[in-house]
């Protein structure tokens, strides 16, 4: 199975869900930029205090600070990991691969998790997160339609993506990925 994963699409597809449980299994390194920001916001560090208000809004946190994050932890792990939730735009797409490229470990696959907008949001108001009411989720979905999604393309091009149909079960979506996994690009 590939070991350099990237786990790509809409709020409250199941990223978290599935990269948690894909990790656990294959001892990947489980990368989710969501998380690392809500423990910086726990701990009320400095940094946890410029994105408080951001990530209540539903925007995405500057590039330079996720990338700041991001690029310590893939320096400590050569072995395998999966992202989640990161990169969402252009800019931190491009960074990632200027940043994999120096450290001579490129990303094999990107699992893109489809499915429509009733069931996420309907997913997320039942998750109740802060930053989970219908006013923000909706403006997630169209942060995510218009900084995101230009990533499909971008990964579509470099022959790396694989859609995952994310409707069912949080066990038969994860069946659908290790279905995706086991198979050629
Ligand atoms: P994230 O933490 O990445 O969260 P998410 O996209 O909302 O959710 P995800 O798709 O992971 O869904 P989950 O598995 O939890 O982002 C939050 C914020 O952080 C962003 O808005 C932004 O401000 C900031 N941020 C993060 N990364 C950034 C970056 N790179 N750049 C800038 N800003 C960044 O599933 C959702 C719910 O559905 C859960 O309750 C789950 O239990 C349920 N569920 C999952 N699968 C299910 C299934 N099959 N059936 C039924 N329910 C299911």
Redesign the pocket.
């Known amino acids: 199975m590939n070991h350099r994963l990237l786990f790509l699409?809409p709020?409250?597809?199941?990223?978290?869900?599935q990269a948690q449980r894909l990790s656990e299994h294959h001892q990947l390194l489980h990368l989710?930029?969501?998380?690392l920001?809500r423990a910086e916001v726990k701990a009320a560090s400095d940094l946890g205090k410029q994105v408080e208000a951001?990530?209540a809004r539903?925007?995405?946190?500057s590039d330079a600070l996720?990338l700041a994050i991001v690029g310590e932890r893939l320096k400590t792990h050569a072995k395998g990991w999966l992202l989640?939730?990161?990169?969402?735009n252009l800019a931190?797409a491009e960074a990632l691969d200027d940043l994999l490229g120096g450290l001579e470990q490129p990303l094999q696959r990107v699992l893109l998790m489809e499915l429509d907008d009733e069931t996420l949001v309907s997913?997320?108001l039942?998750?109740g997160r802060t930053?989970d009411t219908e006013e923000v989720i909706r403006h997630?979905l169209n942060v995510y339609r218009e900084q995101t999604a230009p990533l499909i393309q971008h990964y579509e091009a470099l022959r790396l993506l694989s859609r995952v149909p994310?409707h069912?079960?949080?066990e038969e979506?994860a069946r659908e990925v290790e279905m995706v996994l086991g198979s050629p690009s």
């Open positions: 699409g709020p409250g597809a199941g990223k978290g869900t989710s930029t969501g998380d920001l951001v990530m539903g925007e995405l946190v996720v989640d939730g990161f990169p969402r931190q997913r997320l039942n998750r930053d997630r994310s069912g079960s949080v979506v």
